[in-house]
């Protein structure tokens, strides 16, 4: 069964920087499609950063130049990174994969996602 973790949240100052971590187990990252959420209580996911499994990246508008996602297949693991960050980045990432080729126009659409992971909390503040 495929696992996804995410680790790397914390604390940081406006303009900061931090990066996100998935590990992914049962499967390999080479395998899947997947994508960072932003996840605020009591709302449906909002797509930042996403890759399919040719390759392709798209990120949300709001994030582009700021935040990359990325993928280490060696340690099977995605990453974001999130640079220049904004208080209104504050809420809990998660990583969401699918086990098959996702067009780039569908890779911010939680409802294609059937694996999630826990998330990790960011808080942007001075």
């Known amino acids: 069964q495929v696992q996804l973790v995410e680790s790397g949240g914390g604390s940081v100052q406006p303009r900061g920087s931090l990066r996100l971590s998935c590990a992914v187990s049962?499967?390999?990252?080479?395998?899947?499609?997947a994508a960072w959420f932003r996840q605020l209580p009591g709302k449906e996911g909002i797509g930042v950063a996403g890759?399919?499994?040719?390759?392709?990246?798209f990120d949300a508008q709001a994030v582009q130049s700021r935040f990359f996602i990325s993928k280490d297949t060696a340690k099977d693991r995605l990453y974001l990174q999130m640079n220049n960050l904004k208080p209104e980045a504050t809420a809990a990432y998660s990583c969401?994969?699918?086990?098959?080729?996702?067009?780039?126009?569908?890779?911010?659409?939680?409802?294609?996602?059937?694996?999630w992971g826990r998330g990790t909390q960011v808080i942007v503040s001075s």
């Open positions: 049962g499967t390999t990252v080479c395998t899947l499609s």
């Open positions: 890759r399919n499994i040719e390759g392709t990246e």
């Open positions: 969401a994969a699918i086990s098959s080729p996702l067009d780039w126009v569908r890779l911010l659409d939680a409802g294609n996602y059937n694996y």
